[in-house]
């Protein structure tokens, strides 16, 4: 991961020297009109900017960039015109479109040493997480990575040494780095991330941010009863993991515990997976990178807040030695779960790890997981299901579409929940038909999560893996979501418990 160096400067455009000077346009109802923050560079052209943006394709649509000489009055390379849409409701421009069109023209940047952008007079955040986000690059496997990303950017503000700007400018730009975090660990083959080397990556990056780190091995996991993550990982030559990290924030008022899925390579098991798109499965354990990098945030961030994070860790394999349809597992705490599909295996590794946090007694549990491929159906590729205790679930989904990662609330209806009832254990992990395949697997979930713990359980199945071209900030592989969405509700609990 390559971060661009980021700085705030108050330079009058005109006197500003870079190799590319970003502006945003908008989609108006009677054509294209500038954004906020170009005054100045619209002078550099007589006033007529908009008029030879147009006379150049430019309609000011969402993603779109346009590149033209910046002329002599500015000491700018070139200029990059990058759309933010059309205005929002209330007819302005939305911190969404922001960070959009800042990644948008990020990525258009690439090759470039040195950038200045507009798009922080209009919200500096968002410019800020849009650069680090649509400037990433993962080229680890590469023999010629391409053009490096934009090495340097500058944001346009009022006040360069105004304590607000640089409070933003650094919580932006750390919010953006956890998400690529993630992204790099989603991005890495299964033949380099598996349990094992997955728990070590995560311990070493854990300790050297401060945080407390435990990893329990396979021998742990038997001696102490995660049926659940032993039972998924019986398949593989390649042994299971918990990994456990906690923050202590100073003055911390509430506990909150963060779970998320980390099944290195999902073949399916027994019940293996058509093989179109299997190498998809590589990204099976995204609530687990999204997890983990939000930890390391919360450190760098110091949230005043008590957060451990439980993160199981597994391979789901075919072999002699996997866990087959019909066996009954014994989930750590206890329950039986009687196995009907060995592809519905998620869940089972996390209602291990949900009911060891459990223990701890937290006020507010975050799971996160690439759960069905019914989230998909229902919502699509890049609306994350957020299901659980119902006026949590609504605070977590409104955080998230605010961010821009557009979660969306779902009911948990009971008359689902005797559908997972089992003629042998206590319930069976799956319902045996196809009905709302994502509502019952946070039913299932939530069988496991202790009485008064106000819980929320996001499904990113679709929006954690981008397998079509780039947009905006978000790059084709590994996306994430939904980093933002637990940093936006750790700040919010933080603030208002």
């Not at 807040?305 to 439980?310: E, F, P, R, S, Y």
Request: a negative charge; one cysteine or more; aromatic letters at 4%.
């Amino acid at each position: 991961m390559t971060t661009p160096k980021l700085a705030l400067t108050d330079t009058a455009v005109a006197k500003l020297t870079a190799d590319a000077l970003v502006v945003g346009t908008v989609q108006g109802t009677d054509g294209l009109r500038l954004a906020p923050g170009t005054d100045q560079v619209a002078a550099a052209y007589g006033g007529d900017l908009a008029k030879v943006l147009v006379s150049l394709g430019a309609t000011g649509k969402a993603d779109e960039v346009v590149k033209l000489p910046a002329g002599d009055k500015l000491r700018a390379g070139i200029l990059v015109a990058v759309g933010l849409g059309k205005p929002a409701a209330n007819g302005g421009v939305s911190g969404e479109a922001v960070r959009r069109a800042s990644g948008a023209a990020a990525r258009a940047l690439g090759g470039v040493e040195h950038a200045a952008t507009a798009l922080s007079a209009v919200d500096l955040s968002a410019a800020v997480q849009g650069t680090v986000m649509g400037a990433y690059a993962y080229t680890e496997y590469k023999s010629q990575s391409g053009d490096a990303p934009v090495s340097k950017v500058d944001f346009l503000v009022g006040d360069a040494k105004a304590d607000a700007n640089a409070h933003a400018l650094k919580g932006a730009a750390a919010i953006g780095e956890a998400v690529n975090t993630a992204r790099d660990f989603i991005n890495t083959p299964p033949n380099d991330l598996f349990p094992a080397s997955f728990a070590e990556r995560a311990a070493e990056l854990g300790r050297a941010a401060g945080l407390e780190v435990e990893v329990l091995d396979d021998n742990a996991l038997r001696k102490q009863g995660f049926g659940g993550i032993l039972g998924v990982g019986a398949g593989s030559a390649r042994p299971p993991r918990l990994v456990r990290l906690r923050h202590k924030g100073p003055k911390a008022a509430k506990k909150v515990a963060l779970i998320g899925k980390g099944i290195t390579f999902d073949t399916g098991g027994i019940s293996l997976k058509p093989a179109a798109s299997m190498e998809e499965m590589t990204s099976d354990m995204s609530g687990a990178a999204a997890v983990i990098a939000t930890m390391l945030l919360a450190a760098r961030l110091n949230y005043p807040l008590d957060i451990t994070a439980t993160v199981p860790m597994a391979e789901n394999m075919p072999s002699g030695t996997a866990y087959r349809p019909g066996d009954v597992l014994t989930m750590y705490g206890g329950k039986t779960v009687e196995v009907l599909n060995t592809d519905a295996e998620g869940r089972l590794i996390l209602v291990d790890a949900i009911t060891r946090a459990c223990e701890d007694e937290p006020d507010y549990l975050i799971e996160t997981s690439t759960l069905t491929g019914a989230q998909v159906v229902a919502l699509g590729k890049r609306t994350p299901g957020v299901m659980g205790s119902e006026d949590f679930r609504d605070r977590v989904a409104r955080l998230s579409q605010a961010v821009g990662e557009g979660g969306w609330p779902m009911p948990l209806p009971e008359e689902l929940r005797g559908d997972l009832d089992s003629k042998l254990a206590d319930l069976a992990n799956i319902t045996g038909h196809r009905w709302g395949g994502m509502l019952a697997a946070g039913i299932f979930i939530e069988e496991f999560v202790a009485d008064g713990v106000q819980w929320t359980h996001l499904d990113i199945a679709g929006p954690s893996y981008n397998t079509s071209a780039p947009w905006g900030y978000t790059p084709k592989g590994g996306t994430g979501v939904p980093v933002r969405t637990i940093a936006a509700v750790l700040a919010d609990i933080a603030d208002r418990g």
